[in-house]
């Protein structure tokens, strides 16, 4: 296919890929992983397509040689896939990160303890730089604020598109300036962050340690204040804890609303299991399932959300309707009747990995003492209430970040790698029920 062929001729050729793809998987598999993908944009033989973040990975991995063979048999010009942005895409050539378009306010579950935040986020989406300026929202991972975030830019693109709005994460604005450093385009960066109507920056935790990008984003942070533009801020923690910032920017960060995101109760987690489960079009076998599974996981959305799909990929795959039972046999259970300690979490995690507790919490970067490192931290921050500078101090002193890296390490390859769920369910399994306690 020429690469300029039109945009109507790449969709008459995906629509043609996805009626075989429709009648050659179950109903489930191809409402959950199939029918959400897209057709963006084409080169040579390869097609590329979008899929919603939660579901890309996975769909990648297992789904892309059948997606390959339907292009063939339905006679299309490709002949694979990517799921890569297509070159001269915006998302490919622009900086900055691509927004999820099911990020909107309309599809945000709100609860007890979101609701403030969820009402922050809509007034300065309807009257940026009046309402609350700058807006910052902290709380630990997987509880919206990202969601919240890009719900601000998609609205702001939908209903006031003469606004200049660039959503990012702090990691991503440090490793743009570095780059810009290094190719004397520094100029050019500021224009690009200052020259804006609206700068929403996810989890700014990640500024600390880093002077000069430090002292690069309170500049930025001040010519956009000074110049009337609306900022939006993200963190795990209150300014306050972010201790190694230096203290004008925490400052800063607090001469606006700052608002707590909190874990979802069970009644929120129910809505948003609901809401889920009616999207993807899967068959709930008895009407207590998704109860247990809200029972099951009361850590945050995200991994709620991570528990369903493997809930679903499991019930695709072995043929079983999705049932109290099938989700009692994949999601151990987290309820226990006094708190897990850090030290039965991390005597669990060595035995199970078969090293000593000792080398798991000291300094090597040996391949299994370091994966088994972020798998211990991951179930620490789960089953317990500490801190993640907290956290830190118990495993060989280790700053926040380190933790936080690790954590989202272990989240990012939960869905992808079975065989690191399997461990980790496992490794519950043994912290709840000890050798000798009735199960």
């Not at 490709?78 to 691509?98: I, K, M, T, W």
């Not at 607090?254 to 707590?260: C, S, Y």
């Amino acid at each position: 296919m020429p690469d300029d062929s039109s945009q109507d001729d790449l969709g008459a050729n995906w629509r043609a890929a996805q009626q075989r793809l429709s009648s050659s998987v179950p109903d489930s598999t191809w409402r959950l992983w199939l029918e959400p993908l897209e057709a963006v944009g084409a080169e040579g033989e390869t097609l590329f397509l979008s899929a919603p973040e939660g579901i890309r990975a996975w769909t990648e991995r297992r789904y892309s040689a059948l997606i390959a063979e339907a292009l063939r048999e339905a006679g299309t010009p490709f002949q694979q896939v990517s799921f890569a942005s297509p070159p001269g895409s915006p998302s490919a050539g622009e900086p900055g990160l691509e927004l999820n378009p099911n990020y909107t306010f309309e599809r945000f579950v709100i609860g007890p303890g979101n609701r403030l935040a969820h009402g922050a986020a809509l007034a300065v989406a309807e009257a940026p730089s009046e309402a609350y300026n700058p807006l910052f929202l902290h709380g630990p991972p997987g509880l919206g604020k990202t969601h919240l975030l890009a719900a601000i830019a998609n609205y702001l693109r939908d209903n006031a598109p003469a606004l200049s709005v660039r959503y990012t994460t702090a990691e991503s604005f440090t490793n743009e300036f570095v780059a810009a450093l290094k190719t004397s385009g520094a100029e050019a960066f500021k224009t690009r962050y200052r020259d804006i109507d609206v700068l929403l920056i996810d989890d700014v935790q990640f500024l600390q340690g880093k002077p000069a990008t430090e002292e690069e984003f309170f500049h930025t942070f001040n010519a956009l204040y000074e110049s009337g533009s609306q900022l939006v801020l993200s963190a795990d923690r209150i300014p306050s804890e972010l201790s190694t910032l230096a203290s004008r920017l925490r400052d800063r960060f607090e001469w606006g609303l700052t608002v707590a995101v909190e874990p979802p109760n069970l009644a929120t987690r129910l809505t948003v299991l609901r809401r889920l489960v009616e999207e993807s079009g899967v068959d709930i076998a008895d009407s207590g399932a998704l109860s247990e599974l809200a029972n099951r996981i009361d850590a945050n959305v995200r991994q709620l959300h991570g528990a369903l799909t493997r809930v679903i990929a499991h019930a695709s795959l072995m043929a079983k309707p999705l049932s109290s039972e099938l989700i009692a046999e994949v999601i151990p259970s987290v309820r226990r009747s006094q708190p897990t300690s850090v030290e039965e979490i991390q005597q669990r995690v060595a035995e199970g990995f078969g090293i000593s507790r000792a080398e798991l919490v000291g300094s090597s970067r040996a391949a299994t003492p370091l994966r088994a490192r972020q798998v211990a931290i991951f179930l620490t921050r789960d089953l317990t209430d500490l801190s993640l500078p907290q956290i830190g101090r118990l495993y060989g002193g280790r700053d926040h970040t380190t933790v936080l890296n690790s954590l989202r390490r272990v989240e990012a390859r939960l869905d992808e790698d079975t065989d690191l769920a399997e461990k980790v369910r496992e490794l519950r399994g043994a912290i709840h029920n000890p050798v000798g306690e009735e199960r």
